[in-house]
């Protein structure tokens, strides 16, 4: 579904233009189809430098463009924090290092120029479904903080049924370890025999949060599987055990869904203690 969009590759050679053609760029980089730029173009949807562009020119990485009133940014690797989306299966667990020796999650992950993958997130060892893993630690923190309450959707399989009162009582919420859980919503998915499946979302994510409130009414998870995590949705064709990158175009809708500007990206980040000392 999302294939990692090519590197800027701009020609350097004296006397030689210098760039990618817009129309080029922009569809490689996910915004459509280059009939769709071209026609976007000649629409005036789309500013080079607050100039309408014209078909054909060239862009290099220092240009501003704005697509359809939004600011998009060149696919640059100084650009654009990286955003991969990883189908966990069971039995692996979400650690760079296991001294057990069993399976972890980032032995699957693609290596990184710059940085480190940062799980936002985890999944308990025997759950499966969407993690994603971010090169950018401000993304990562705001989709983690509880202060956002960023959703959490899952498809669970429970062996037995729940009753009309029992969803009640997960929609308006539940006494677990002393503090109150609930989902945003529930409903029930389908199922033969004594296995039901529910879809459940839910804003928080604390540990085995999902199978501790079905225990709560003696209720057992025998499957569970992660199908969304905020606007990032686990895409129906991707295996388990298999990963895709966020074109730039999602990552940079991902960062400005979370009020983030791609360009902070790029800006220097201050450790704990010079922060401290700022505030001082």
Do not use: C
Not at 78 to 89: A, C, D, G, Q
Not at 122 to 129: A, E, P, Y
Not at 136 to 143: F, S, T, V
């Amino acid at each position: 579904m999302i294939n990692k969009p090519k590197k800027y590759e701009g020609r350097a050679d004296a006397g030689e233009p210098v760039g990618e053609r817009i129309h080029k760029l922009l569809a490689q980089s996910g915004y459509g189809s280059r009939r769709e730029i071209e026609k976007a173009i000649l629409e005036d949807k789309v500013l080079v430098n607050n100039q309408n562009a014209k078909i054909g020119q060239l862009i290099t990485p220092s240009d501003k463009i704005i697509f359809n009133g939004k600011a998009i940014f060149l696919n640059n690797d100084n650009n654009l924090p990286r955003v991969l989306i990883y189908h966990k299966p069971e039995g692996e667990i979400v650690t760079e290092n296991d001294p057990g020796g069993r399976s972890t999650v980032f032995e699957k992950l693609p290596r990184i120029k710059k940085g480190k993958w940062m799980s936002i997130g985890r999944l308990d060892f025997n759950t499966s479904g969407l993690l994603i893993f971010t090169s950018y630690g401000e993304l990562a923190n705001r989709l983690m903080h509880p202060k956002y309450e960023i959703e959490r959707e899952y498809s669970v399989r429970i062996l037995g049924e729940l009753s009309e009162d029992q969803i009640k009582e997960f929609k308006s919420g539940i006494d677990i370890d002393g503090g109150k859980a609930k989902f945003e919503s529930i409903y029930f998915e389908g199922g033969e025999g004594a296995n039901k499946w529910y879809r459940v979302v839910l804003k928080e994510g604390r540990n085995r949060e999902v199978r501790r409130m079905f225990e709560y009414f003696d209720l057992t998870v025998s499957r569970l599987i992660r199908v969304r995590f905020g606007i990032v949705i686990l895409p129906s064709h991707l295996k388990r055990g298999m990963h895709t990158e966020l074109t730039q175009a999602e990552v940079t809708r991902l960062l400005q869904k979370h009020d983030i500007e791609p360009n902070d990206f790029n800006k220097p980040q201050l450790s704990n203690q010079r922060k401290r000392n700022k505030r001082l």
